[in-house]
């Protein structure tokens, strides 16, 4: 997936143009005094997904962060050409490069791609628009450091060098203006719960966790001890998890104040975030976590059979950081209090986005554009 950043104001030189100050002693010379810092908000944005929802959630995230207009267009490469990504070229039908292409000059001032298959196209794009695009990835494509200007990966991963940077959470669209607008407006059926409200984010199986019949009855009677002890449950399932979990659940639950998403409608998944005073997440979702996380509140971490070393690094991290702690067994189930500062991996990516882009920017003008040639 990428995402193209251009505008027409992307890179300016009002500040350059006006008279300097007179020098000053110390480190702050007359060219520092007068270069004020370079800004992508209000630049047009294109999101090229390879479709996976994840993948958009992240680019949507960083871009809001960004203040960039934002347009997804989805690629699909086929035989050859999704094989060898992300180390092969992109299919010639895309006349990548060509006026009049989707992927055709004017060149954008920056792009993001994540996932393996949208590789070719970033790597592709350094090489024809060289310096007038800023190129970033998000996540590791296991491509080589020279296929973009900067890597974003999190920090339970291994990927590390100078143009890597690191956050503990992943980038995502709960910003804290988005929940803040959420928590302004509560739906009446989550008024009608008692507090304290536990949101209860449910994944599922995947290739490092399993949900045997042990593991269900552990959930099962965990989020029926919080309900025992005082909390209502606010319970949304992922497209991940099997239905003999949600009946289990559902079952466990069914005489106890709580909200079951069914899947039909649309999902109550931002309110469940915005309104909750706790969670339970399973630890098979990274990106659930780390949505919960951006909310500050106590975070209960349900681990079903399997892991990872990728995985068992990231929960150890939100453990030390103080956001999660394991959810007890059955009877056992009460809820603790406890703070942490809110984690916002998306603005913290986008400022040193901006930062590195800047400083380009500033050092190369003339050679860092936006799509109307203006530096």
């Known amino acids: 997936m ?12 009002r500040a350059l143009d006006r008279r300097p100050p007179a020098p000053q002693k110390g480190p702050m010379t007359a060219r520092s005094a007068s270069v004020r810092p370079l800004s992508l908000e209000g630049c047009r944005a294109w999101i090229i997904s ?6 958009e959630i992240q680019c949507l995230g960083v871009a809001a962060a960004l203040g960039v207009e934002a347009e997804i267009k989805r690629v699909a490469p086929r035989g050859l050409y999704k094989l060898t990504a992300p180390w ?34 970033i790597r592709a794009l350094k090489r024809m628009a060289r310096l007038q695009t800023y190129t970033v990835i998000l996540l590791d494509s296991r491509t080589g450091a020279s296929s973009a200007d900067l890597f974003w990966v999190p920090e339970h991963d291994s990927r590390r060098g100078p143009n890597v940077i690191t956050t503990l959470t992943s980038p995502h669209g709960f910003t804290p203006s988005r929940l803040a607008a959420l928590r302004a407006d509560m739906p009446p059926e989550i008024a009608a719960l008692p507090a304290p409200r536990v949101a209860v984010l449910i994944g599922g199986p995947n290739g ?8 269900i009855s552990r959930l099962a009677a965990s989020l029926a001890g919080l309900a025992h002890n005082g909390a209502s449950l606010m319970m949304t399932p992922s497209r991940r998890t099997p239905p003999g ?3 289990a659940l559902d079952a466990a639950t069914a005489a106890m104040p709580r909200l079951l998403w069914s899947g039909a409608g649309d999902n109550p998944y931002p309110s469940f975030l915005a309104h909750a005073d706790a969670f339970v997440v399973t630890a098979d979702s990274v990106n659930m976590a780390g949505e919960a996380a951006a909310t500050g509140k106590p975070i209960y971490i349900f681990t079903p059979s399997g892991s990872s070393p990728k995985f068992a690094r ?12 394991p959810l007890p067994d059955g009877a056992r189930a009460a809820l603790e209090q ?16 901006t930062r ?4 380009r920017a500033a050092m190369l003008p003339g050679l860092v554009r936006g799509e109307d040639g203006v530096s």
């Open 245 to 247: 979990l949600i009946a």
């Open 88 to 121: 092969g070229p992109v299919a010639p039908t895309e006349r990548f490069g060509h006026s009049g292409s989707r992927f055709g000059p004017p060149w954008p001032a920056i792009a993001f791609a994540t996932g393996r298959v949208t590789t070719p196209y």
């Open 338 to 353: 406890w703070t942490y500062a809110p984690l916002d991996s998306a603005h913290t990516i986008a400022a040193e986005i």
């Open 2 to 13: 990428w995402i193209f950043v251009s505008c027409a104001q992307a890179v300016t030189q």
């Open 314 to 325: 990231y929960h150890a991290a939100l453990q030390a950081y103080g956001a999660t702690r």
């Open 50 to 55: 390879d479709g996976k929802a994840g993948h």
């Open 208 to 215: 490092d966790y399993s949900y045997g019949a042990g593991d």
């Open 356 to 359: 590195r882009w800047a400083r």
